[in-house]
């Protein structure tokens, strides 16, 4: 039996204000894309089932264009006759019971089995039973939940539980709504063929559990998430079970850190032969105050100007003689010029005149996180 199993595709997910030649954010074209790339392959690898763990849309409420590209996609795999498991995960569960819940919508379909009412089904056909646990926002039921999964376990079929959850809290995603599956409730695991889960971005197996398996998102929605091997998992369970990553294509997500007092130096040496519609992040340290003026943002956006979207963050040098924190999200661009002026201006008029200017032109601009205007 081959099961093919996604997850966390957050479809309608958008960022970085580019659009494509279709008027449509790039980035939330790329995440169709991935989409699209995986039901490609459960057509091609025709698997016996497909499963997804759960964060289809990227949100409750998601656009139109969002749910068209999911039922389109759903209609070939109908077409294809494989039969598709989903279950919601915590970005496409309603957080109050006067919201309908979308994946409702999926229940048309006739080879779509959609879970999502923050309780526990079971999906039954003649070889196997899925045990679905879709995301529940009351972790007070989640106990009694587990009880009716054990107890519906079918010793004369396969069985696939399916969770979207933190298995331990290293994979906690430090979202709303996130639960943390209960470590004294594991010895489910090894009454299972295969666990499948969703929410944690990364593939992987979890802990000594042969059977328990995250597969991972099919895109990044954070430059936090260097991981460039996102994709889905092929699943054959004969006498054992055999776990196989399969890796779609991304864009691709490049990192460059620069010496801002080797600036001219570092830069005419960078290799930028892969930046070509890529996402970049530039990190440039041992900053000063001068010297964040003059390495502009501009400046840098011209010298990776292949790339897609280039992302800067700045780390500063001393303040004052005490180590200041590593990154301007620790500590505003403004906070240390601030600061640069106290030491540097000696004239206490001259000083605060220059401090209630910058101050002034920081509101104006209003610094971002990320320290692109």
């Known amino acids: ?46 698997p016996d089932y497909a499963i ?11 656009s139109n264009r969002a749910i068209t590209v999911a039922l389109t996609q759903f209609k070939r795999l109908e077409r294809a006759g494989v039969p598709l498991i989903l279950i919601a995960g915590n970005h496409s569960t ?54 009716r999964i054990e107890a519906n ?4 079929k396969r069985n696939i ?9 290293h994979y906690l995603m430090h979202e709303f709504g996130e639960w943390v599956y209960p470590k004294e409730r594991e010895g489910i695991f090894e009454r299972m063929d295969y666990v499948a ?9 979890v802990g000594a559990h042969h059977n328990v398996y995250y597969a991972g998102s099919t895109e ?14 092929v699943v054959e369970l004969e006498d054992d079970i055999t776990i196989t990553h399969h890796v779609i294509p991304l864009r691709r997500s490049l990192s460059f850190r620069i010496d801002a007092e080797r600036f001219e130096e570092e830069t005419a040496a960078l290799d930028l032969s892969e930046i070509k519609d890529a996402l970049v992040e530039v990190r440039l340290y041992n900053l000063t105050a001068s010297s964040s003026i003059d390495i502009g943002n501009q400046l840098l956006e011209e010298i990776f100007a292949d790339a897609l979207h280039v992302k800067v963050k700045r780390e500063f040098r001393a303040v004052e003689g005490e180590p200041i924190e590593d990154h301007i999200e620790s500590i505003s661009l403004e906070a240390y010029f601030i600061s640069h002026l106290k030491e540097s201006v000696t004239d206490g008029a001259e000083r605060e005149r220059l401090s209630l200017k910058a101050k002034e032109l920081f509101a104006l601009y209003e610094e971002a996180d990320d320290d692109s205007h």
């Open 94 to 147: 309603p957080r109050t019971a006067a919201s309908s819940p979308i994946l409702e919508v999926f229940r048309s379909l006739d080879n779509v089995y959609a879970v999502f009412r923050q309780r526990y089904e079971k999906v039954v056909f003649d070889e196997i039973v899925f045990h679905a646990l879709p995301h529940i926002n009351d972790e007070r039921i989640i106990e009694g939940e587990l009880e």
């Open 52 to 62: 997804h763990t759960g964060d289809l849309f990227h949100r409750a409420s998601p």
């Open 197 to 205: 889960l969703g929410h944690w971005h990364g593939f992987g197996p």
């Open 153 to 156: 376990i079918d010793p004369t």
């Open 161 to 169: 539980m399916m969770m979207h959850c933190s298995v331990g809290a």
């Open 220 to 233: 990044r929605t954070s430059s936090a998430d260097k991981r460039e091997e996102k994709g889905y998992v």
């Open 1 to 46: 039996m081959k099961i093919l199993h996604f997850s966390d595709t957050h479809l309608g997910f958008s960022d970085l204000d580019i659009t494509n030649d279709a008027g449509i954010n790039q980035r939330e074209a790329d995440f169709y894309k991935a989409f699209s790339d995986v039901i490609d392959a459960i057509i091609e690898i025709k």
